[in-house]
């Protein structure tokens, strides 16, 4: 029998989600994230890339002004304002010390309770692999929250007036084949439809099905397929790492 899926934490107010591209958090994710803001939670974004190799007809250069346009009228929609970006580069992210001081530093800049990030595990459910740099952020998500708030590591962060933050309680990752946690997301389902919708350039160069179905039928799937484990009602899920 499938585990039920528990609830996820509620006593926290501040959150920073880390992921590779515009748009990752859009599959799914920004239905919870909704919900959250509509209960006056304070949710930053930080982007890792612009997302500027993830559309083929468009010069990278180009793609990335696209991408990022789309990204913060996305987050707009679910209640975010703020929207940040590293400048990594698309597709070729690579983990290790630089990528982990980058997200340590915005860490302690935010100083959240929880850090949100997607899957980081090698596939998606064991069927489909999952792209470098989402493994890459995702890996280095999970060190950095412990990197932030360590003052020998990093030391020049601290003489950049980042004073080491080890405030983070949870890392959460949406979108694992191993989820342990679920929040009820009736009320951001809409939200989330329109959030994804916001990449229409991304969607459109993706898929020849009409974008606004394309965006419903996805997330109506996210949605329902964490139901089936958190009592019927509409979820989105997330395997829950506490610090």
């Not at 983070?168 to 946690?181: D, L």
């Not at 606004?212 to 996805?218: D, G, K, M, T, V």
């Not at 958190?230 to 790492?241: D, I, M, W």
Request: charged letters at 25%.
């Amino acid at each position: 029998m499938t585990a039920r899926l528990e609830t996820m934490p509620t006593d926290w107010q501040r959150a920073l989600a880390i992921v590779a591209h515009p748009d990752d958090l859009e599959y799914g994710t920004a239905a919870a994230i909704a919900g959250w803001t509509d209960e006056r939670r304070e949710i930053s974004y930080l982007l890792v890339t612009r997302g500027e190799a993830g559309i083929d007809t468009l010069d990278p250069a180009r793609a990335a002004k696209v991408r990022e346009r789309e990204q913060r009228a996305s987050a707009a929609v679910v209640g975010v304002t703020s929207v940040e970006f590293l400048d990594h580069q698309d597709g070729v992210i690579q983990y290790g010390p630089a990528l982990r001081r980058d997200l340590a530093a915005a860490i302690r800049r935010h100083r959240p309770e929880l850090v949100l990030t997607i899957n980081h595990h090698d596939t998606w459910g064991g069927t489909f692999w999952n792209t470098p740099d989402h493994r890459a952020v995702g890996r280095a998500v999970l060190d950095a929250a412990a990197d932030a708030g360590n003052r020998w590591i990093f030391p020049e962060l601290g003489d950049r007036g980042l004073s080491p933050w080890n405030g983070v309680r949870w890392v959460a990752v949406s979108g694992s084949p191993h989820p342990t946690h679920a929040v009820e997301v009736s009320g951001g389902i809409e939200r989330a439809v329109l959030s994804l919708l916001e990449h229409r350039t991304y969607i459109e160069a993706l898929t020849d099905e009409d974008p606004e179905s394309y965006c419903r039928a996805f997330i109506d799937q996210v949605t329902s397929t964490a139901a089936d484990r958190f009592g019927g009602r509409p979820a989105v899920s997330f395997e829950l790492f506490p610090r």
